[in-house]
């Protein structure tokens, strides 16, 4: 049984679809969506519909703890309340996906060779989107998402897997597909 998958735009979907394993991405359905109460919507209105395992990807557009946890809490009572025993997952990424190319300890200045790890860290913990568009401008590396996508190497799409969201996805749909072994899509 796939995994619908719910994000909140193109470039989540051009990210999972470089670092996600083969044999996972083919039991994911991917939908982007426009912004966290979208998502959250969207992901409400699949369960209902299609009674399929749903998991939600969303930017908490923050980094403190407790509005993190707040609207993990908020999202998960909103996907239970209409859920009905169908599995979901609320998978959050702090404080955007775009987070995971810091986060994972891949080589940057493999990449980017003007990257200055110790000037940039902060910048790109807080605003890893913005970071991103800045080294795609003055980095000396590639110029898009999808070039930077283009350019990894295994070793660098094995350090993002290990990624919080990255990491939490492939396990829930691990465990979808052990729960639901046999039944189709």
């Given at each position: ?38 998502v959250t ?9 299609h009674h ?83 080294l795609f ?49």
């Amino acid at each position: 049984m796939n995994v619908i998958v719910v994000v909140e735009g193109t470039d989540e979907v051009a990210v999972l679809r470089a670092v996600l394993p083969a044999d996972i991405l083919s039991k994911c359905d991917i939908n982007p969506v426009a912004g966290r109460s979208a998502v959250t919507s969207v992901a409400r209105t699949l369960l209902v519909k299609h009674h399929r395992p749903v998991a939600l990807l969303f930017d908490t557009d923050t980094m403190d703890p407790q509005a993190i946890w707040d609207a993990v809490q908020t999202t998960e009572d909103l996907l239970r309340a209409v859920a009905a025993g169908t599995l979901f997952r609320v998978i959050y990424c702090t404080p955007e996906l775009e987070a995971v190319f810091f986060d994972s300890e891949m080589n940057l200045n493999r990449v980017f060779p003007h990257y200055d790890h110790g000037f940039f860290l902060k910048y790109a913990k807080t605003q890893p989107k913005q970071a991103l568009e800045y080294l795609f401008k003055n980095g000396g590396g590639p110029a898009t998402l999808q070039e930077l996508l283009d350019d990894l190497t295994s070793n660098d799409i094995e350090r993002l897997r290990s990624t919080y969201p990255v990491r939490h996805l492939v396990e829930f749909v691990i465990e979808v597909q052990v729960r639901y072994r046999g039944r189709s899509t």
